[in-house]
Nanobody
Framework: QLELVESGGGSVQPGGSLRLSCAVS???????????IGWFRQAPGKEREGISC????????NYADSVQGRFTISRDNAKNTVYLQMHSLQPEDTAVYYC???????????????????WGQGTQVTVSS
């Protein structure tokens, strides 16, 4: 059983940056490498959107068109943590951001929430002037 806890959310002005962290517990070092980790977001009144995913070993990443070139996903398995670095934030990036873990190494169809088995509680990101 994995537990995921997001942190790093907050309020920022348009054009600003934030780095989100997803701390994973309930695994050993070897086991965490078996899990692809994804980031989703959900804005008020909208469906949850899969925005990025990183494979278990960190060698493969995926990004939604909406964040490509602005967001970077990375992981440090030794620290049991996955990061989402966000640059050039805009008001439309305002949402609750969630990390989630798959029961496989590769991301596969990373944007489908049903492919993920463990979820964090979310962290709020607000972009406004």
């Amino acid at each position: 059983q994995l537990e995921l806890v997001e942190s790093g959310g907050g309020s920022v002005q348009p054009g600003g940056s934030l780095r989100l962290s997803c701390a994973v517990s309930g695994v050993t070092l070897d086991t965490l490498e078996e899990h692809a980790i994804g980031w989703f977001r959900q804005a008020p009144g909208k469906e949850r959107e899969g925005i990025s995913c990183i494979s278990g070993t960190g060698t493969s990443t995926n990004y939604a068109d909406s964040v490509q070139g602005r967001f970077t996903i990375s992981r440090d398995n030794a620290k049991n943590t996955v990061y989402l670095q966000m640059h050039s934030l805009q008001p439309e990036d305002t949402a609750v951001y969630y990390c989630a873990a798959q029961l496989r190494v590769i991301c596969g169809a990373y944007h489908y929430a049903d492919n993920y088995d463990f979820w964090g509680q979310g962290t709020q990101v607000t972009v406004s002037s």
